[in-house]
């Protein structure tokens, strides 16, 4: 997604598309590695050196509260920031701790209604160990 898309989407949700509000959706669009605001943050301080963990977490919930951006909390204690125009599901390594977006045919997300409750919002987390982390192991193994 360029930046004349990034603005286009932000404009089409009513919400100003400010230099800020620009680069850090546009740092989750190119990062699909469902970041926290800290590590938002620290990747944006020294290209915009008026940037606040403030700023950076307002913007946040600006853009969740416009559904651009979903909050994704695979542990308790530490939420983090998707961007992704489809419904998928997440996988954290307990191994490396990356999260992963995982596009899988499930028929409950494209769902709108679940025995006559009203769905607006899903959360579906995954736990193990991730493909490169097995597959370290079983080449150590060997």
Do not use: W
Request: proline share 1%; net charge positive; aromatic share 8%.
């Amino acid at each position: 997604m360029n930046r004349e898309s990034i603005v286009q989407l932000l404009e089409s949700k009513n919400v100003q598309a400010s230099y800020h509000r620009l680069k850090i959706l546009e740092y989750l669009v190119n990062h699909r590695t469902h970041p926290t605001v800290d590590t938002i943050y620290r990747s944006l301080e020294k290209e915009i050196p008026t940037l606040s963990r403030t700023t950076v977490y307002n913007t946040l919930k600006v853009l969740v509260a416009k559904k651009i951006v979903s909050q994704v909390t695979v542990e308790e204690n530490e939420v983090r920031y998707d961007y992704s125009g489809s419904a998928h599901l997440h996988f954290k390594c307990r191994k490396c701790g990356v999260v992963y977006d995982i596009f899988h045919d499930c028929e409950l997300l494209s769902r709108k209604e679940i025995e006559g409750h009203i769905v607006d919002e899903y959360h579906m987390n995954f736990r193990g160990t991730c493909k490169k982390c097995a597959e370290a192991a079983r080449a150590g193994a060997n």
